[in-house]
């Protein structure tokens, strides 16, 4: 079936980038999904990419996709404090309803 | 405000009590699921609606019910808890227009069952 994998953890100090990988197993995924959760709450959706894309720049996040490779990933430039939380990647499918998450990578950033 | 709301947001109960747990979004979303959020293992779906009286089984549906009587309401049931559905929840509602994907997710319900 399908796997999302993702590190643990990652520390960074304020005002670096930080990069957050994500692998996924689903050859057939159409859409990649980032997520930001913060202590005590629900998922905010951050950015999403099509498959058939290499990259997708939002402000200070950039998404690269390597279909290939099947890995994704997130860099956030500029890293704040206020970036600290656990980050979801998520795949899907052709179909609609069904989303396969990671296990979350929690960020720290440290003034 | 577009917003996805849960209740309640922290529950102990005890093996065997039925329960339900909220979950309404005002965004008008035909999509709507139900997740578990446990340690190590990310966010795994229970169910899923894609409209009105449309549901379908997700990766972890045993011991769980859902309905969807109206589009913006869906309720999860747990008609006998157990302690290995101790966990963190969530709802979502998705929906797609002209191309771009909006998600909302509620906040959260924290369960404990004793």
């Known amino acids: 079936g399908e796997d999302v994998e993702q590190s643990l953890f990652l520390s960074v100090r304020e005002g670096d980038s930080s990069v957050i990988n994500c692998t996924y197993t689903d050859s057939s995924s159409t859409y990649l999904y980032w997520y930001k959760q913060e202590p005590g709450a629900g998922l905010q959706l951050l950015t999403y990419i099509f498959s058939n894309m290499d990259m997708k720049q939002d402000q200070r996040l950039t998404v690269l996709l390597n279909k290939k490779d099947k890995h994704l990933s997130l860099r956030i430039a500029d890293t704040q404090t206020g970036d600290s939380a656990i980050y979801f990647c998520?795949?899907?499918?052709?179909?609609?309803?069904?989303?396969?998450f990671g296990t979350g990578t929690r960020l720290l950033v440290s003034p | 405000e577009a917003q996805v709301t849960q209740n309640p947001r922290y529950l102990i109960t005890v093996t065997g009590k039925k329960l339900t747990v909220t979950c309404s979004q005002n965004?008008?979303?035909?999509?709507m699921s139900w997740y578990r959020q446990d340690p190590g293992l990310g966010l795994r779906q229970i169910y899923y609606?894609?409209?009105?009286?449309?549901?379908d089984k997700g990766d972890v549906p045993e011991g769980y019910k859902v309905s969807r009587k109206e589009k913006r309401n869906f309720p999860l049931i747990l008609e006998s808890p157990s302690p290995n559905q101790t966990s963190l929840y969530f709802c979502?509602?998705?929906?797609?227009?002209?191309?771009?994907?909006?998600?909302?997710f509620g906040p959260g319900t924290r369960l404990l069952v004793l």
């Open positions: 965004m008008n979303h035909e999509y």
């Open positions: 609606s894609m409209n009105v009286e449309v549901t």
């Open positions: 998520a795949e899907r499918g052709t179909g609609f309803q069904k989303l396969v």
């Open positions: 979502a509602s998705r929906d797609r227009d002209r191309g771009q994907e909006t998600q909302y």
